[in-house]
């Protein structure tokens, strides 16, 4: 098996495991923003916006992307801003099935 062809196969097996978990319907950048969110989380504590844009997954972003997509993963549910913190923090959602 070739190097490509078990790279192919791993993205296979990440599209199938983000089907079963809901997230088909997110854009890449989406996803990033909230893998890295959920990479950064230290449960039961919120993420800052600023350990997000410092993650490797989103460190291409620009910058009114990366608010594109959280504001739209918030809205969507997958993260939750934090109430008891000032503006910047959120908690991620598990996805729902």
């Known amino acids: ?3 490509l062809s078990k790279l192919t196969e791993l993205r296979k097996l990440l599209q199938d495991m983000e089907q079963s978990l809901g ?4 854009s890449t950048v989406e996803k990033d923003v ?3 969110a959920s990479d950064v989380a230290v449960a039961p504590g ?3 916006t600023t350990a ?8 291409d972003v620009s910058r009114p992307t990366f ?3 959280l504001k739209s993963l918030v809205q969507k549910g997958y993260l939750v801003h934090s109430e008891n913190s000032a503006r910047g923090y959120y908690f991620v959602k598990s996805p729902e099935r």
């Open 1 to 3: 098996m070739t190097e």
């Open 23 to 26: 997230l088909q319907e997110l």
């Open 34 to 36: 909230y893998y890295a």
């Open 46 to 48: 919120p993420v800052k």
């Open 52 to 59: 997000l844009l410092d993650h490797r997954l989103v460190a």
């Open 67 to 69: 608010f594109r997509a």
